[in-house]
């Protein structure tokens, strides 16, 4: 089976064999996009825009063919020299790659993504967080990182990689709500140091090192919090982060820990709403 993947370097894989790509920069674009528009007409104006932003030269429709000829050649090498010369099909407004969203990691992705949130909210926690691992497991980098991105797959580039925050903080959640505190506490550590404006992270990060009887090192990770926050943007942390340390400090009732969702936590990478 013909597969792309875009959650990481390009690839085109036959067979689960590692297919050659194209080596030109722009060619590449061109894959790119039609990969994450895989099913969709994409018309000439979106290519161009893709491949030369606000000022393209007068001969860029005729290189878009260019690079589509070259592409169908390399398609055609690397799989069923018939099925692959039609893999890509020309319409009068641009032109769609015939695939399906099983072959397509990022379609995968956002698929079990999908899933997984509904199982999260429907209850069946231990569930979800399989499902949220296995969408977690399809990447194997950043998005796209051997390819120079335009305007147009930054924007695809962007959503997948909020995609992905939302998924890792509802698999955190759902491994939160298991009981799974310990093993938490160093995954957090790692990601805090990754993303350190992230709130979010930082709170279910005091709260696992507290839940696992680790009281100090939780108000520690709390005051590196507040460092970083008032060094890098003036802010004290958020209503939430700070209610989290009411209860450690008081020794009041962990219910609310051990529900991150009870917290009403958002989504937004980096900032937190004020918990109710």
């Known amino acids: 089976m013909l597969k792309f993947n875009v959650l990481g370097p390009l690839e085109i894989r036959v067979d689960n064999e590692k297919s050659s790509i194209p080596r030109g920069p722009k060619v590449r674009q061109l894959l790119s996009l039609m990969v994450l528009r895989a099913g969709s007409v994409v018309p000439h ?17 005729s290189t878009v063919r260019t690079h589509v000829y070259h592409l169908r050649k390399i398609l055609a090498q690397e799989t069923d020299r018939v099925a692959g010369a039609h893999l890509i099909d020309t319409w009068s407004a641009g032109y769609v ?27 069946d926690v231990c569930e979800a967080s399989r499902v949220l691992s296995r969408a977690l497991e399809l990447w194997s980098g950043g998005v796209l990182t051997d390819v120079t991105c335009g305007p147009v797959l930054m924007q695809h580039v ?18 939160m709500r298991l009981g799974r505190h310990g093993g938490l506490a160093a995954e ?68 609310m820990l051990r529900h991150p969702h009870n917290w009403r936590w958002g989504a937004a990478v980096g900032q937190l709403p004020n918990a109710s």
């Open 188 to 255: 957090l550590r790692s990601l805090v140091v990754r993303h350190p404006l992230n709130e979010w992270l930082h709170g279910q990060l005091i709260t696992a090192l507290y839940l696992s009887g680790r009281r100090g090192d939780a108000l520690h990770a709390y005051q590196e919090l507040r460092g970083i926050l008032q060094e890098e943007l003036g802010l004290d942390p958020s209503r939430a982060v700070q209610q989290i340390q009411q209860v450690i400090l008081s020794g009041g009732d962990e219910s």
């Open 97 to 123: 790659l015939r695939a399906v969203p099983e072959q397509v990691d990022a379609e995968t992705f956002l698929r079990l993504a999908r899933k997984g949130e509904s199982l999260l909210h429907a209850g």
């Open 158 to 175: 962007q959503h997948l990689q909020e995609m992905h925050m939302r998924v890792l903080q509802q698999r955190i959640e759902a491994d």
């Open 45 to 61: 104006r979106i290519l161009v825009d893709e491949l030369w932003g606000k000022n393209p030269p007068k001969t860029a429709l």
